[in-house]
């Protein structure tokens, strides 16, 4: 079956730097699109980041633009989100997702 499984989240310094994956199986990742979204508690879900099948068109959220960057190793199976310069409202559970399957999700907590 469908399997999304994110993994890096934690507690960082505002400032910090943090490195999201996403180990996927069960359907062809290679073909793919991929998404990473996030939600803070009491907020709506929101759309961080996109990567195409092959990573040549990756789009961002503007809140995160220029600090995250989204990968993809499709040997791997894997979707990464690079997360630079943490600020506290980057604080929220991150997921990913693939059509209609999401991962579990990995919590991310930016404060000194």
């Known amino acids: 079956q469908v399997q999304l499984v994110e993994s890096g989240g934690g507690l960082v310094q505002p400032g910090g730097s943090l490195r999201l994956s996403c180990a996927a199986s069960g359907f062809t990742f290679s073909s793919a699109t991929m998404k990473w979204y996030r939600q803070a508690p009491g907020k709506e879900r929101e759309l961080v980041a996109t990567?195409?099948?092959?990573?040549?068109?990756?789009n961002y959220a503007n809140s995160v633009k220029g600090r995250f960057t989204i990968s993809r190793d499709n040997f791997k199976n894997t979707v990464y989100l690079q997360m630079n310069s943490l600020r506290p409202e980057d604080t929220a559970m991150y997921s990913c997702?693939?059509?209609?399957?999401w991962g579990q999700g990995t919590q991310v907590t930016v404060s000194s």
């Open positions: 997702n693939a059509g209609v399957f």
């Open positions: 990567i195409t099948s092959a990573g040549r068109i990756t």
